[in-house]
């Protein structure tokens, strides 16, 4: 079982930065594909980040591109999402996402899943 918790939501501006942190349990965290997924009201959960582990390379969703920066620090057993120039469309829960496989995806096929933490962004 691998268990994972988010942290590092608020109530931000327009322009402000995040960063969120997803700390997994278990001692293979390294073999798991790791991603971030959101939900604003009344919209489907999509995907907008997330990192193989056979190499560390990120992936994004093309909204988020340039903006989002996906990374894993091994030796804290923790994944991160920094988020630069917050807009009001970024609010949402943000889910961090783990599945044993070394390629990750959008497709919410993963898992273990945390219990999201709220991102609000007022304009």
């Known amino acids: 079982q691998v268990q994972l918790v988010e942290s590092g939501g608020g109530l931000v501006q327009a322009g402000d930065s995040l960063r969120l942190s997803c700390a997994a349990s278990?001692?293979?965290?390294?073999?798991?594909?790791m991603a971030w997924f959101r939900q604003a009201p009344g919209k489907e959960r999509e995907g907008v980040s997330c990192i193989h582990s056979r190499d560390n390379s990120p992936y994004y969703a093309d909204s988020v591109k340039g903006r989002f920066t996906i990374s894993r620090d091994i030796a804290r057993n923790t994944v991160y999402l920094q988020i630069n120039s917050l807009k009001p469309e970024d609010t949402a829960v943000y889910y961090c996402a783990a599945v044993k496989s070394a390629q990750c995806s959008f497709i919410p096929l993963y898992d273990f899943w945390g219990q999201g933490t709220q991102v609000t962004v007022s304009s």
């Open positions: 278990g001692r293979t965290f390294s073999s798991y594909a």
